[in-house]
């Protein structure tokens, strides 16, 4: 019933109404299907561009880690007992470097940390969110890695997670307890944090956490400029249909069905213009044979009437 009312308005529509109309839905549909493809790319694409550069900058700190552990540490070993330096410690070193990194404005959103349970510098505790990470990780010890997004007061933020495990015993002289800890790391950090460390524990979690709004937001307007594009080219594309309907079809038909109404009346002097070689342009051709067949047969008519 539906279907029938459907069919009847559609059916009762002029042709350009018609043409607009199919175009419409066809334009809807390809919209639909193009902005959904487009959107899922785009983010996949902005996802994939995020995680990059975390992976990029945890793998980075971790280089700067061993680089210190061991190639720094090795060489200031000796000079530990008199003067504690911190860049004999493969946490800070990763923490300037990274500090560095962050001193350029483009990267100031970025940030990096050696998130820990029991920190030997406090500024590294971890809050609620890095403990739930730290916990996860010593539950399942396969677990290698953390990611996913999460709101911060900079916006949304993506973060990718690695487990800080003490996998060598040279780690434990400064944080198994604090007698084997050189005294002058003692007068600097104090002999309560940072210890009771054990082998192959996991004491924290490196994490990366990468700007995610700015990427996001310009992956959107990409998306608004090319859904733009489309339908800008759309409408010029029916409006170009539509003013060639209107010229090349619709027109000569008018005409036509003008100079047929006159004809039919009795006035056999109408011609029916042929403006083209196309199908129009046959269909004026057979209605003028047709004219002159009727004209032919008229005038036999009237002889005979005669
Ligand atoms: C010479 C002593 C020393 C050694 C050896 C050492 N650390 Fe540390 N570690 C420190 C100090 C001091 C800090 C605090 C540095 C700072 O101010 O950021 C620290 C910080 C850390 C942190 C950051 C959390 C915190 O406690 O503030 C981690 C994680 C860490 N160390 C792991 C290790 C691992 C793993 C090893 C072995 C590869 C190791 N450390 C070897 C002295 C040491």
Redesign the pocket.
């Known amino acids: 019933m539906l279907k029938n009312i459907k069919l009847i308005n559609f059916n009762h529509l002029k042709l350009a109404s018609k043409l607009t109309l199919v175009l419409f839905c066809v334009f809807i549909g390809g919209m639909l299907l193009s902005g959904t493809a487009l959107s899922s790319l785009l983010n996949y694409r902005t996802e994939n561009e995020i995680t990059s550069k975390a992976l990029m900058l945890i793998q980075t700190m971790s280089s700067v880690?061993n680089y210190t552990?061991n190639q720094v540490?090795p060489e200031l070993?000796d000079k530990?007992e008199t003067k504690?330096l911190?860049e004999?410690?493969?946490?800070?070193s990763a923490?300037e470097v990274f500090e560095n990194f962050r001193a350029d404005p483009t990267y100031n959103n970025f940030f990096y940390k050696?998130?820990?349970l029991?920190?030997?510098?406090?500024?590294?505790?971890a809050d609620a969110f890095e403990t739930e990470i730290i916990q996860r990780f010593r539950q399942s010890r396969d677990l290698k890695e953390l990611k996913g997004f999460r709101s911060s007061k900079n916006g949304n933020i993506f973060y990718i997670a690695r487990p800080?495990?003490?996998?060598?015993d040279?780690?434990?002289?400064?944080?198994s307890v604090a007698n084997r800890?050189?005294k002058s790391?003692i007068k600097?950090?104090g002999a309560t944090?940072?210890f009771g460390?054990k082998l192959n524990e996991i004491?924290?979690a490196?994490i990366i956490s990468v700007p995610a709004s700015k990427v996001f937001q310009s992956a959107r307007e990409s998306f608004i400029v090319t859904m733009g594009i489309v339908l800008g080219v759309f409408a010029l594309a029916t409006f170009i249909v539509n003013f060639w309907l209107k010229h090349a079809v619709v027109q000569p038909l008018t005409r036509m069905a003008q100079v047929a109404e006159v004809i039919s009346k009795g006035d056999l002097k109408a011609e029916f213009q042929k403006l083209s070689n196309d199908e129009v342009g046959q269909l004026a051709e057979a209605f003028t044979r047709m004219k002159t067949s009727f004209a032919l047969a008229m005038r036999r008519l009237k002889k005979q009437q005669n």
């Not at 004999?88 to 800070?92: D, G, K, N, Q, T």
């Not at 800080?164 to 060598?168: F, G, M, Q, V």
């Not at 040279?170 to 944080?175: T, Y």
Request: aromatic fraction near 8%; include cysteine.
């Open positions: 880690r552990s540490k070993l530990l504690f911190p004999s410690v493969p946490a800070y923490r050696e998130a820990t029991n920190p030997t510098n406090l500024r590294d505790k800080l495990r003490i996998s060598k040279s780690c434990l002289q400064c944080h800890a050189p790391m600097l950090y944090n940072g460390w004491v924290g490196q």
